[in-house]
């Protein structure tokens, strides 16, 4: 089933200012943010996942959702997205005029009911009526499903179990599904064993892959995806993130690092380096603490 090939071109989604800061402590402030978003927007980027509509009591991080959707600039070659986990918080969303929403639920009991305070069947039926009246108003949905490769309370979970909310999330009527390594315990054989099956039942184009760097093993998973013909990643600036509900989570696979092995693989992304190097700067010195990618730690030593 593995390509002879790479693919030719790679899509980054690109997930720091929703994923990279809802686990911070230090609270970005609104103009930061939407600054930071704006200089992510003229880096090449196709699509920025900006904020949450959660609760904000449960993601004080991210508080600010309306605003910061309100009042950013958006670029008409830019996607913009953001994850929305019942009705109250897609009303919010549409009133906000945000570009896709993205729906999530996880793939083992235990931390679904950590993350979101239900089961995975109450879950899929409230996000059956999020795609529904989304799609009503004309937006995109975009669905995750997390602890693909492992739960941080379970331990293993089941490809059928995924196979079971890939099916059900594409019936309600998701347009792409992006499959989260929640902790970071995946590996290449893993990732392999998965897509081995899930692209029987769907082309690549639907497919997006979630890796964290926990374990150091993100970029090779992501090999083992291109192997497969998966041309959609989402990734973190400067590898900022985790789950705040999942023990262990550390950050994100890092946009600039998934960048730097792409295009030096020969993989077009339409980004701008230099651009990218500037906006990782840029949440740096805001967030007042050093970026865990390989790509700004060489820069910053060389003065690049």
């Given at each position: 089933?593995?390509?002879?090939?790479?693919?030719?071109?790679?899509?980054?989604?690109?997930?720091?200012?929703?994923?990279?800061?809802?686990?911070?402590?230090?609270?970005?402030?609104?103009?930061?943010?939407?600054?930071?978003?704006?200089?992510?927007?003229?880096?090449?980027?196709?699509?920025?996942?900006?904020?949450?509509?959660?609760?904000?009591?449960?993601?004080?991080?991210?508080?600010?959702?309306?605003?910061?959707?309100?009042?950013?600039?958006?670029?008409?070659?830019?996607?913009?997205?953001?994850?929305?986990?019942?009705?109250?918080?897609?009303?919010?969303?549409?009133?906000?005029?945000?570009?896709?929403?993205?729906?999530?639920?996880?793939?083992?009991?235990?931390?679904?009911?950590?993350?979101?305070?239900?089961?995975?069947?109450?879950?899929?039926?409230?996000?059956?009526?999020?795609?529904?009246?989304?799609?009503?108003?004309?937006?995109?949905?975009?669905?995750?499903?997390?602890?693909?490769?492992?739960?941080?309370?379970?331990?293993?979970?089941?490809?059928?179990?995924?196979?079971?909310?890939?099916?059900?999330?594409?019936?309600?009527?998701?347009?792409?599904?992006?499959?989260?390594?929640?902790i970071g315990v995946a590996n290449p054989l893993q990732?392999?064993?998965?897509?081995?099956?899930?692209?029987?039942?769907?082309?690549?184009?639907?497919?997006?892959?979630?890796?964290?760097?926990?374990?150091?093993?993100?970029?090779?998973?992501?090999?083992?995806?291109?192997?497969?013909?998966?041309?959609?990643?989402d990734s973190s600036l400067g590898g900022l993130g985790?789950?705040?509900?999942?023990?262990?989570?550390?950050?994100?696979?890092?946009?600039?690092?998934?960048?730097?092995?792409?295009?030096?693989?020969?993989?077009?992304?339409?980004?701008?380096?230099?651009?990218?190097?500037?906006?990782?700067?840029?949440?740096?010195?805001?967030?007042?603490?050093?970026?865990?990618?390989?790509?700004?730690?060489?820069?910053?030593?060389?003065?690049?």
């Open positions: 089933m593995a390509g002879k090939q790479f693919p030719e071109q790679v899509f980054i989604r690109e997930v720091g200012p929703r994923d990279g800061l809802q686990n911070e402590s230090k609270f970005i402030d609104t103009e930061d943010k939407i600054e930071w978003i704006n200089k992510l927007s003229s880096t090449g980027l196709s699509y920025i996942e900006v904020t949450s509509f959660v609760n904000p009591k449960w993601i004080p991080a991210l508080s600010d959702a309306d605003s910061v959707v309100k009042q950013i600039k958006k670029a008409p070659e830019v996607k913009y997205a953001a994850l929305v986990p019942n009705m109250r918080g897609l009303s919010r969303a549409l009133e906000s005029q945000i570009d896709e929403v993205s729906v999530f639920l996880s793939a083992s009991e235990s931390h679904n009911k950590e993350n979101i305070n239900k089961t995975i069947r109450e879950t899929e039926s409230v996000l059956a009526e999020v795609v529904r009246e989304s799609i009503a108003n004309n937006k995109t949905v975009r669905g995750y499903i997390s602890t693909v490769f492992g739960c941080p309370f379970e331990g293993k979970v089941e490809i059928n179990e995924v196979l079971r909310l890939t099916d059900s999330l594409f019936e309600m009527g998701i347009e792409e599904l992006s499959l989260g390594d929640t990732v392999k064993r998965l897509l081995e099956v899930l692209l029987k039942r769907y082309p690549q184009e639907k497919i997006a892959m979630h890796f964290h760097n926990t374990r150091g093993t993100a970029m090779a998973n992501v090999l083992a995806s291109l192997e497969y013909g998966i041309t959609k990643f985790g789950c705040p509900y999942a023990p262990g989570a550390s950050g994100n696979l890092a946009t600039d690092d998934l960048h730097y092995m792409l295009t030096n693989m020969g993989i077009q992304t339409n980004i701008d380096a230099d651009k990218l190097h500037e906006a990782a700067m840029f949440i740096q010195d805001k967030m007042d603490k050093p970026l865990d990618s390989h790509t700004v730690k060489y820069r910053m030593n060389n003065k690049i």
